[in-house]
């Protein structure tokens, strides 16, 4: 929107058309996020806080939990919210990607919103059931896999990470790739959100590298220097990624040790189907795997748990996710979450190196 306004004026006076660089409107898209979150979020806490919704502490998790009940939680519609006006203001409205992508993040953040409202505000413990989160997720991403299958112009080779001429063609085999990809993103960022400011910091560091790569995948020179896959329009996706990295350090502000606020399902799971979805578009699908190592940990921590258990009666970690199992052995909360965001910063400078070691 703002984006149309202000590139109009370059028929007035050639200044204005700086506005259609995608670096100038990502970055006015970081900026915009960025300082609406910090202006919005004290109200939002309020609000929570007025109405009661805070945050509910199961009784056989680490000890130290108990103190967070009460805290304001669902602080992820304030990031949904954000996103959409940033993205909005700065996007180019006819690029069908972006279109995706927010479709990703308003289904999944539905879904979310449900899960907390009925655990939060309805009092059911067990909030959304597992079969019926779990078949919207997959209806949701399904409809994303079907829309890009169905794209004359894109294509449905695989990239792998280091290797330059290995890029397997799946066809249709694709969708089921794509719907895989959304869902464990979405649920993997929501078992890491356990610790304050745990989940947002490897958000930040993902959507920062993703900015990047949408940059380039949509770059037609760079694309072709780096030996990637150009996909024509996936830059604008740089701008949305933009958006999520000032949303993200705005609800950091407020999310950082101690919390005030959570984010929440209708945070979380929207969040990790966005991450996945523009993974999928920009072509670098299996590099969400190094991108996002934290979330994958957490998630794999959590799948060795219960087979171990279910197996062998036998628990591999003191308690899964793997940050809990850090608590129960005495490491401070602050350290954990640091440490954690450190490896993230480690395996997205790795994820970045990929583009030139092929």
């Known amino acids: 929107m703002l984006y149309y306004i202000l590139y109009s004026l370059h028929e007035y006076h050639s200044f204005f058309n700086v506005f259609r660089y995608i670096t100038l409107r990502t970055i006015y898209a970081i900026l915009t996020a960025l300082i609406l979150s910090l202006v919005i979020g004290p109200y939002m806490i309020e609000f929570l806080k007025r109405y009661q919704i805070g945050q509910v502490v199961r009784d056989d998790g680490p000890r130290s939990h108990l103190s967070k009940s009460g805290t304001p939680t669902m602080g992820g519609v304030l990031i949904i919210m954000v996103i959409l006006f940033a993205t909005l203001s700065w996007m180019d409205l006819s690029n069908l990607y972006i279109w995706l992508v927010l ?18 505000v309805r009092k059911k413990s067990a909030g959304l059931a597992g079969r019926y989160k779990f078949t919207l997720q997959i209806i949701v991403a399904s409809v994303i896999a079907y829309v890009l299958y169905s ?6 080779k695989l990239t792998v990470p280091f290797l330059k001429n290995v890029n397997p063609d799946l066809g249709w085999f694709y969708i089921p790739l794509v719907i895989f990809i959304i869902v464990g993103a979405s649920n993997a960022v929501n078992l890491t959100d356990g610790l304050d400011g745990l989940a947002i910091g490897p958000v930040i560091v993902a959507t920062m590298i993703y900015t990047i790569i949408t940059y ?4 037609a020179k760079i694309a072709n220097y780096l030996l990637i896959p150009f996909v024509n329009g996936s830059g604008e996706l740089a ?4 958006a999520v990295l000032g949303a993200s350090l705005g609800f950091l502000w407020f999310n950082t040790y101690p919390a005030s606020v959570f984010m929440g399902d209708v945070g979380s799971l929207p969040l990790g189907a966005l991450l996945g979805s523009v993974a999928i578009i920009s072509k670098h699908e299996l590099l969400l795997v190094i991108v996002g190592g934290i979330f994958v940990l957490e998630t794999v921590s959590v799948i060795f748990q219960v087979a171990s258990f279910k197996l062998q009666g036998k628990r591999v970690f003191l308690m899964a996710p793997l940050h809990h199992h850090y608590e129960l052995k005495g490491w401070q909360e602050p350290k954990i979450i640091v440490r954690f965001w450190i490896i993230s910063i480690m395996l997205g400078l790795l994820a ?7």
Request: some cysteine; proline content about 3%.
């Open 103 to 120: 479709f990703a993040l308003i289904g999944f953040g539905l879904i979310g919103f449900t899960d907390d409202y009925l655990k939060v």
């Open 151 to 156: 794209l004359p112009a894109y294509s449905t």
């Open 216 to 219: 380039a995948a949509g770059h």
């Open 239 to 242: 701008i949305l990624c933009g």
């Open 352 to 358: 970045l190196s990929t583009l030139k070691l092929r």
